[in-house]
């Protein structure tokens, strides 16, 4: 499927922090892609748009992205609700040769949603309806950018763009990554974002980053998940609801790990429940109903 994708720089020249592997470093085999050379963008503007952009980060334990399922899949399911939907390529590096931990991915994240809002007005999308939506690892991805929206990174360009704010409007966890420092953390996603530097690995337990001004979230989550424990949601949620964050969370008894939106089970549901939620837009409402 990648060969229908029409990939865009998310930087006009060469990506800050990290260095730039050689040409030719960068795969695609079966729906996955691995070494990535340059933090890219594809565009799916929807027919019919309802005026809210969605990013997508899709997962793969900060070591590949899962391009097809969590990314092309989701992204025509939302383009038919009327979502127009970027897909972000950011940097990950199975082989960590590449200096692709912290903060690269952040980067990349918060410079495709600004580069959605920089370019909000041509694509007809209302800048302040710029969501995100992130799976597994992804997941973790998007609440990073749920929560660490106001850090500062010597990396990032001052460009125009680079001025558009970063944080979301809502946030949307599929059965996410969420901590780097505990037994029930994933073990793969930490050592390839954190090389295993305990403070980074406290940083980066996302439990402890939400604050008051965390977007409205949706999470999606299997009891028996077993690459990724329910708790990491569990913890995010706790702690969304502690700052009064408005927050929807739907656990399901089956799925495991990784969904479609053919699944049969317990959680096949779970695509009528994100359109529910999306075609309210709840997070509007939840979010008016805390002002």
């Not at 990506?15 to 470093?25: H, L, S």
């Not at 695609?28 to 892609?33: E, I, S, T, V």
């Not at 390839?192 to 690995?201: F, S, V």
């Not at 009528?272 to 939840?286: F, M, N, P, T």
Request: hydrophobic share 35%; glycine share 8%; proline share 7%.
């Amino acid at each position: 499927m990648q060969k229908e994708l029409n990939w865009t720089p998310l930087w006009p020249t060469k990506a800050p922090g990290g260095k730039v592997p050689p040409t030719g470093t960068e795969q695609f085999r079966d729906g996955h892609l691995y070494q990535i050379e340059r933090p890219e963008y594809d565009l799916h503007l929807a027919s019919k748009p309802n005026g809210a952009g969605i990013i997508l980060f899709p997962g793969g334990g900060y070591r590949l992205i899962a391009l097809n399922n969590e990314g092309e899949t989701m992204a025509r399911f939302l383009n038919e609700l009327g979502f127009s939907v970027m897909i972000a390529k950011y940097r990950i590096d199975h082989e960590n040769i590449y200096d692709y931990q912290f903060p690269a991915p952040l980067l990349d994240a918060r410079r495709a949603i600004r580069t959605m809002r920089h370019n909000s007005e041509a694509w007809g999308i209302n800048k302040n309806e710029i969501g995100i939506m992130g799976f597994s690892a992804g997941g973790h991805l998007a609440g990073m950018a749920s929560t660490l929206f106001t850090e500062n990174f010597a990396e990032e360009t001052n460009d125009a763009i680079d001025h558009e704010s970063p944080r979301p409007d809502f946030s949307i966890l599929c059965y996410p990554v969420i901590d780097m420092s505990h037994d029930f953390k994933h073990a793969g996603s930490a050592e390839h974002l954190t090389r295993g530097i305990p403070t980074l690995e406290q940083k980066l337990s996302l439990q402890h980053q939400v604050s008051e001004q965390t977007p409205p979230t949706l999470i999606f989550h299997s009891a028996d998940d077993e690459p990724v424990p329910v708790k990491n949601s569990f913890v995010y949620a706790e702690a969304c609801i502690a700052k009064k964050v408005p927050t929807t969370m739907h656990i399901f008894s089956g799925g495991g790990h990784g969904y479609s939106l053919t699944d049969e089970g317990d959680h096949s549901h779970w695509p009528e429940l994100l359109k529910q939620w999306l075609e309210l837009k709840q997070w509007q409402r939840d979010a008016h109903s805390q002002t």
